[in-house]
């Protein structure tokens, strides 16, 4: 399982992308996918890849 984060800054989003594979590397298409702790969630399309948007409130201290 890898997944590559990349923070949108001006809409305050978070992308997180991956793939799900087996131990033998092959990909799970339709494994779900959810953020722990909430209800933010998705399933794998058929190469084992998933994307979440999450949209969250500005830190404190955030500026401009």
Do not use: K, M
């Amino acid at each position: 399982l890898s997944i590559a984060a990349l923070p949108i800054a001006a809409a305050a989003q978070l992308t997180i992308t991956g793939q799900v594979s087996d131990e033998s590397g092959r990909p799970i298409p339709g494994a779900q996918v959810r953020i722990e702790g909430t209800t933010i969630g998705t399933a794998t399309n058929e190469d084992g890849n998933y994307r979440l948007v999450v949209t969250s409130p500005r830190p404190a201290g955030w500026c401009c």
